[in-house]
């Protein structure tokens, strides 16, 4: 069983910056690929961010390249999520999320159900 424990959202204004962290439990962290997805009420949850155990390859949702940037420390267990140029639709509960499955830190994935653990999820709000 591994948890996930988010941290870092809040109230920004737009043209901010936030940086969001997550803490992972487990042993073989480098190998767990990682991913930030965000939703919005009535609508589907969604890529931001994802990166693979190594770290060596990330991936990034159209809207946020450029302005946010994904990264992980594997001796601290835990990936970031800096975003810079906050906009006012970037506004959502933040998820981090792990695919554990995978034995090689190589891989990188962006499809929800790729990852079988999920954080709780923190608030994003930017404002005018």
């Known amino acids: 069983q591994v948890q996930l424990l988010e941290s870092g959202g809040g109230l920004v204004q737009a043209g901010g910056s936030l940086r969001l962290s997550c803490a992972a439990s487990?042993?073989?962290?480098?190998?767990?690929?990682m991913g930030w997805f965000r939703q919005v009420p009535g609508k589907e949850r969604e890529i931001v961010a994802s990166?693979?155990?190594?770290?060596?390859?990330?991936y990034y949702e159209d809207s946020v390249k450029g302005r946010f940037t994904i990264s992980r420390d594997n001796a601290k267990n835990t990936v970031y999520l800096q975003m810079n140029s906050l906009k006012n639709e970037d506004t959502a509960v933040y998820y981090c999320?792990?695919?554990?499955?995978?034995?090689?830190?190589?891989?990188?994935?962006?499809?929800?159900?790729?990852?079988?653990?999920w954080g709780q999820g923190t608030q994003v709000t930017v404002s005018s």
């Open positions: 487990g042993r073989t962290f480098s190998t767990y690929a």
């Open positions: 990166i693979s155990g190594s770290g060596g390859r990330a």
């Open positions: 999320a792990a695919n554990t499955r995978s034995l090689s830190g190589a891989y990188l994935y962006i499809g929800s159900n790729d990852f079988n653990y």
